[in-house]
């Protein structure tokens, strides 16, 4: 059940949202919390059934081992056992991980290269199962940190399978969302909230659908062909490149849309996930804007426990390397995603070497070929991110630099479609600009506002012009759902 299907805007929303509105005001908040934990399990379910008895033991492990760390935490001359459960805790938790999503790949390619042959099974990787191990992970780490000191069952179980955000993201930070199902603020009926998160989910869709879906074809056309075996031509690669580099972009900032706006029906506010980061200006900007939550959990769990750049430049470096590899791996179990998060290692490392020596300030000029520079490097790493195998990669870079005496011809509506993708990525303000008026409160989301004579051009109001256009917006992309293509995310 995708967020871009009519089984989920037509049937499973309403069913799950119209109760909570026209009961939030009679019954106690800890019905309507397990009302919610229970379509949220319905949610999980409609995938695959049995991964629900995944997540269940995942959650009930997790809560032992939270109990337990929070039981140690009250007793005096107790030091070492709340980091025995932690470390226990979190070792359990990557081994389940490392089963599913690696077993294959250790078998197949790592074994391979020593000669040794092993039989590869047939695992099915659970759907979310990074992002929910990850989730738990972050709330042991809060508690043995004592960022999170009250929880109860329910509150946790909500915090993990609130729907909205179960499979894909964002990663959350527990003790915001904690303080909103404990505070009367937060988690009630409200008008204001239902109309923002409306149309934070139609502004999610319409990325989704009617940008990142007409892009796919392009990008699978060419990627696919390479694949295949084929030789293709210099303008078609290229297409497919940056018909790649959109569509992921596009649907992956959709999809975080529609988190937040979901999440804002309910009155949960989710933390903005995407912040333009095509604007970026360098590729440490670019991780500051893309992925936000987990380039905020590389950097809390791993970059920061390896030592971060305390121990000077080289070993921030090797941490750098170490970090970005791993992010690599987290993506996918191939070498492809291996390589992928090595270049953006090397790129990270190479652009704080020169921030430590550049000026300070650069001009206008120089800000716009950083950008572009940026967006260039981080289109042609996506090559390895999208391709099937080091083979297929290699192929594909030769046909994006080798001249030969065909070049290919220009496909009109593609270019069309990469043209307008690029002005928007850049010069229109983001969802969160654009609903700046009514924006969550939890971060302060406008680091940079998208301008058009000093101001963002678009700004969203309550108001009965912005509910019309919505509504057209939500009815052209409900018209136009074709597929139901998966969120190229859910992979991950």
């Known amino acids: 059940m995708l967020f871009n299907s009519y089984v989920f805007l037509f049937v499973f929303l309403p069913f799950a949202l119209t109760p909570f509105v026209l009961l939030s005001d009679r019954l106690g908040r800890h019905w ?35 109990k337990a760390i929070h039981a140690h935490h009250n007793h005096k001359n107790t030091e070492k056992g709340p980091r025995y459960y932690f470390a226990f805790g979190v070792i359990t938790n990557l081994a389940v991980l490392s089963y599913y999503k690696y077993t294959n790949f250790f078998l197949r390619d790592i074994l391979s290269h020593f ?40 509150k946790y179980l909500f915090c993990v399978t609130f729907f909205p955000h179960l499979i894909a993201g964002p990663i ?3 003790k915001h969302i904690l303080k909103q199902l404990y505070s009367r603020a937060f988690f009630t009926y409200s008008p204001v909230y239902l109309a923002t998160g409306f149309t934070w989910l139609t502004l999610g869709l319409f990325k989704k659908v009617i940008i990142a879906d007409n892009l796919a074809p392009y990008a699978s056309q060419a990627f696919q062909a390479v694949a295949d075996g084929h030789v ?17 972009y596009f649907d992956f900032s959709g999809y975080s849309d529609m988190a937040i706006g979901l999440g804002l029906l309910f009155k949960i506010e989710l933390p903005v996930n995407f912040n333009s980061p095509y604007k970026a200006t360098s590729i440490v900007d670019f991780w500051r804007r893309w992925h936000i939550t987990l380039s905020w959990f590389l950097r ?13 430049r080289a070993h921030q470096y090797i941490n750098l390397l170490i970090t970005m590899l791993l992010a690599g791996l987290w993506h996918g179990a191939g070498w492809t995603f291996v390589v992928w998060g090595g270049v953006h290692g090397l790129l990270l490392v190479a652009t704080h070497a020169w921030e430590s020596t550049k000026p300070a300030s650069i001009g206008a000029y120089s800000l716009a ?21 080091l083979q297929a990669m290699t192929t594909y870079y030769k046909s994006m630099f080798v001249i030969t005496s065909d070049i290919g011809s220009f496909d009109p509506r593609a270019t069309l479609i990469i043209v307008i993708c690029c002005l928007v990525a850049w010069f229109f303000p983001n969802t969160q600009q654009i609903m700046c008026k009514f924006k969550p409160c939890i971060e302060n989301y406008l680091s940079e506002r998208a301008t058009w004579t000093g101001q963002s051009f678009i700004s969203w109001k ?27 995310y859910f992979q991950f």
């Open 232 to 248: 293709i031509s210099l303008i078609s690669s290229w297409t497919g490149c940056l018909a790649y580099a959109f569509q992921i």
């Open 172 to 174: 959350i930070k527990y």
């Open 462 to 488: 309550p108001t009965p012009f912005y509910a019309i256009i919505t509504v057209l917006i939500f009815c052209y992309v409900t018209i136009s759902l074709g597929s139901n293509a998966e969120f190229l």
């Open 369 to 389: 070929f950083a950008r572009l520079s940026t967006f260039l490097l981080v289109c042609l790493a996506w090559v390895p991110f999208r391709a099937v195998d």
């Open 32 to 66: 309507l919390e397990w009302w919610v934990i229970g379509c949220s399990l319905i949610f999980y379910s409609w995938f695959d059934i049995t991964n629900t008895a995944i997540i269940s033991l995942s959650v009930l492990f997790n809560y032992l081992v939270a």
């Open 300 to 312: 809390e769990c791993i970059y920061i426990p390896l030592g971060g750049n305390r121990k000077g």
């Open 115 to 154: 000669g040794i042959h092993s039989e590869v099974h047939d695992i099915a990787l659970p759907l979310g199962i990074s992002f929910f191990t990850f989730q738990q992970i972050i709330f042991l780490k809060d508690l043995m940190s004592k960022d999170v000191t009250l929880f109860s069952f329910r």
